[in-house]
């Protein structure tokens, strides 16, 4: 009898262990739902219980290529082992685990999804080589502390790392082209390094509220061996200067003028009416702005309208300069000598007016000022961006008159 409660009493031990260990680290097939798809199969859902999880390589003899969307979302995992056959991770498919810390992704993977790992505690994470794309928001909110970017990738979408909190270390890739909008905002980076081949980098639109490193204080950031830092307290959707968006932004630049630099649009040389010279120039100024603005703002944000007048009439001035007759000397040719009488008792006093005559050495000089030179100019800028400042906007308008070569009492910005 007491044999028997013995075995029984091991049975249930043996088993309670069992039942444990699934609970922590059981992956059998049926916790999967998955589906086939071209190339292999696709799991679409986890219906297991398990905190640590292996994802299988193969169902049915089929490989598993891609985790779909939601498939994992919200299902307290701790850690995921990805197998090799994976290819892509769906959008928002590990996020909200706040307690999976450890993710191993599989060298072969091409795609990371929006929101894939959003929310996650994940501290540290290896980004494969062969990624070329990962999506928005993919590893918002979540504890990463550092982050290397493959080179593989070309383009950061919005909001890839956006209020990662712990976040210190970003290493970008040379032949790295954009870095999309709050992709680094609300992270406690204290400086980063852009690749020289960056060419956009994005700032608030009217959607979504933060630039690329907005609530970022203390940041510095370097850019073709430049360095911008942000300014002291610093709390806002700019925190590094507008120059540094406008200098990285470099598309619209390489466009820019100087109003010194129009002399060659005249009437001679373009042989044009004064309404077409005056097109011309309006059109000049309006595309040079938009060029500018464009890539930071986008186009369908912003709205420049120029009121431009140009002086057609001929007008001539004559300068005319005297000068000493020999140079260096102050003697002048007496012209005249008027007695003007004597003192009575004294008829050696005579009272004088000599008239000093420079013509001798007259220069004149004909002046003609140039038909078709600015008489007038205003410049009215609309941008559709709700969180620009009042500080924002006086510095755009400082920048914009200096690229174009305008005093910024000329300009006026609207915020809508």
């Known amino acids: 009898m007491k044999r028997n409660i013995l075995v029984m ?24 739902e998955y589906k086939a798809i071209s190339g292999g199969v696709e799991i679409t859902r986890y219906i297991g219980t398990s905190i640590k999880i292996n994802i299988p390589s ?17 299902c307290g995992l701790m850690e995921v082992d990805i197998p090799k056959s994976v290819l892509s991770i769906g959008n928002h498919s590990f996020a909200d685990n706040s307690g999976l810390k450890s993710v191993s992704l599989p060298v072969g993977l091409l795609n990371i999804g929006d929101g894939a790992f959003a929310g996650t505690g994940i501290t ?6 062969s990624l070329i794309s990962i999506g928005m928001f993919a590893f918002s909110t979540s504890s990463l502390m550092s982050i290397d970017i493959p080179e593989n990738i070309k383009n950061i979408e919005t909001g890839v790392f956006y209020d990662c909190s712990d976040l210190t270390n970003v290493t970008l890739p040379d032949g790295l ?6 992709t680094f905002a609300k992270t406690s980076l204290k400086h980063i390094d852009i690749p020289d081949s960056v060419m956009t980098i994005g700032i608030p639109d009217a959607s979504f509220g933060q630039g ?3 609530e970022i204080p203390g940041l510095s950031a370097t850019f073709m061996g430049m360095t911008f830092e ?8 700019f925190d590094l200067p507008i120059e540094f968006y406008m200098a990285v932004n470099r598309g619209a630049s390489s466009s820019l003028f100087n109003i010194d630099s129009m002399e060659e649009i005249t009437l001679d040389n373009l042989s044009e009416s004064q309404l077409e010279l005056l097109t011309t120039l309006t059109e000049k100024f309006q595309n040079a702005i938009e060029q500018l603005l464009i890539p930071l703002f986008g186009a369908s944000n912003i709205r ?16 005319v300069k005297f000068d000493p007759p020999v140079p260096g000397e102050m003697e002048m040719i007496v012209s005249e000598i008027e007695v003007f009488g004597s003192i009575e008792g004294r008829d050696d006093y005579l009272r004088t007016v000599m008239g000093n005559n420079w013509e001798i050495n007259e220069a004149r000089t004909m002046i003609e000022r140039e038909q ?24 755009l308008n400082g920048i914009i008159a200096k690229a174009i070569g305008i005093s910024p009492e000329y300009i006026s910005i609207i915020r809508n």
């Open 304 to 319: 420049v309208n120029v009121n431009t007048g140009l002086n057609f009439d001929r007008v001539i001035s004559e300068r």
């Open 230 to 237: 942000a300014e002291e307290g610093s709390r806002g959707i």
């Open 9 to 32: 009493f091991v049975t249930l031990f043996v088993f309670s262990l069992i039942t444990i260990g699934c609970s922590e680290n059981s992956d059998p097939i049926t916790d999967f």
């Open 177 to 182: 082209i954009s870095i999309g909008m709050s």
């Open 372 to 395: 078709g030179v600015i008489d007038r100019i205003s410049i009215s800028i609309r941008i559709a961006n709700e969180h620009l400042n009042d500080d924002n906007i006086s510095e």
């Open 58 to 74: 193969k169902i049915e003899g089929e490989p598993v290529i891609s985790i779909g969307n939601n498939a994992f979302q919200n």
């Open 124 to 129: 540290d994470i290896k980004l494969p080589n």
């Open 212 to 214: 690329v490193f907005a």
